[in-house]
């Protein structure tokens, strides 16, 4: 059985099928639509402005993201809050953990390493996530001016 979601803003239509969640019906609704290849470029205002929503919105990944890191090692390791976000920062940058598992409780030996392996892949999906979304408007930018000099 399909449910289906029609989202309308700038007459494009939407449709999810079941078990996609709302939220990222919700979260399509607010990326900013790009222009048709038909269309102008963006005046330099409207494309700084659409670069830094998206870098916000790169930054809020990154920071949820940390927040993750942070929780998962607090309760996962038992450690400090500042210990906490050091190590999750440190993974999420790619430096690898600063963890010294070993000194841990040999009881918390197996959720921690657990926990570490599978944040670390998270991580590395997010990292690139986050620098696509960086640099999603300069591409579009670069590709519709090669497209709109193609077609004079």
């Known amino acids: 059985m399909d449910l289906r979601f029609f989202i309308c803003k700038d007459s494009i239509m939407l449709t999810f099928r079941a078990g996609i969640p709302m939220l990222l019906a919700i979260f399509i609704t607010f990326l900013p639509m790009f222009e048709h290849r038909s269309q102008p ?27 993750i890191g942070m929780i998962g090692y607090h309760w996962c390791a038992g450690i400090a809050w500042v210990d906490a976000f050091y190590n999750a ?41 986050a620098s696509g979304l960086l640099i999603t408007p300069v591409l579009h930018r670069f590709f519709h001016k090669l497209h709109l000099d193609a077609g004079d």
């Open 41 to 67: 470029l963006l005046p330099p205002r409207q494309f700084l402005r659409r670069s830094v929503r998206f870098a916000f919105f790169s930054a809020g990944l990154i920071a949820s993201s940390l927040l």
């Open 89 to 129: 920062a440190m993974i999420l940058t790619g430096m690898g953990p600063a963890l010294d598992i070993d000194a841990l409780p040999e009881a918390c030996h197996s959720r921690v390493k657990i926990f570490a392996g599978l944040y670390a892949l998270y991580s590395g999906v997010m990292f690139l996530a």
